[in-house]
């Protein structure tokens, strides 16, 4: 088994050309927030895996072993429940409710302009179509905030977060102007109002 104690963060330092001949790994989410793991690498090397306790590790890392040979690790597409707003009754806000809801219950997520990102969860689902958000599955890589006080943290794609901040506005708010904006509970909630929040 060959051993490795090392992650560069994204390559960093590393010239592209040791990039291109480094092995690679896949990995899903479930092995990479674990800072001991067993894996294979595409050279069929055993690895042994053993980080500092609370590394995170990202897809595009590179680990270092301990003969010096580099692996590039590759974010291993999962299943997850892709989380979008509704165009016809919601605004862009209601992705901020539901990563509200969903701290609260220190659920992993991948935050993203216009979507979340969750583990499959049929109960949470069920709450945010209720919220009247969209909610379809997929298989792609998984890449979950890491915490505010995490090592690696998942906030390092924040740059160019777009300029156009007028889109939330001028929808029509003609129906159940009396509840709107009051949370979850506001304007069917609990999926009466006669549309589908499943994939559009």
Not at 55 to 73: K, M, N, P, Y
């Amino acid at each position: 088994m060959l051993q490795v104690s090392k992650v560069l963060s994204q390559g960093h330092g590393l010239a592209k050309v040791l990039l291109k001949r480094a092995a690679t790994v896949e990995l899903d989410w479930d092995v990479r927030q674990k800072s001991r793991f067993d894996c294979t690498d595409s050279q069929g090397r055993h690895l042994g895996v053993f980080l500092p306790r609370g590394t995170l590790v990202r897809g595009g890392d590179v680990l270092v072993a301990e003969d010096g040979s580099l692996i590039q690790v590759i974010a291993a597409p999962q299943p997850v429940l892709v989380i979008t707003h509704c165009k016809e009754h919601g605004t862009p806000f209601d992705l901020t409710r539901a990563a509200y809801h969903l701290g609260n219950r220190h659920v992993a997520i991948e935050l993203k302009p216009d979507h979340l990102k969750i583990e499959p969860d049929h109960v949470l689902a069920d709450m945010l179509r209720a919220m009247h958000l969209i909610v379809h599955e997929q298989t792609v890589a998984f890449e979950p905030e890491g915490g505010a006080y995490s090592s690696g943290g998942g906030h390092g794609h924040s740059h160019g977060h777009g300029h156009d901040h007028d889109h939330a506005h001028g929808h029509d708010h003609a129906h159940t102007p009396a509840t709107q904006g009051v949370g979850p509970l506001a304007h069917g909630a609990y999926g009466d109002d006669g549309h589908d929040h499943h994939a559009h």
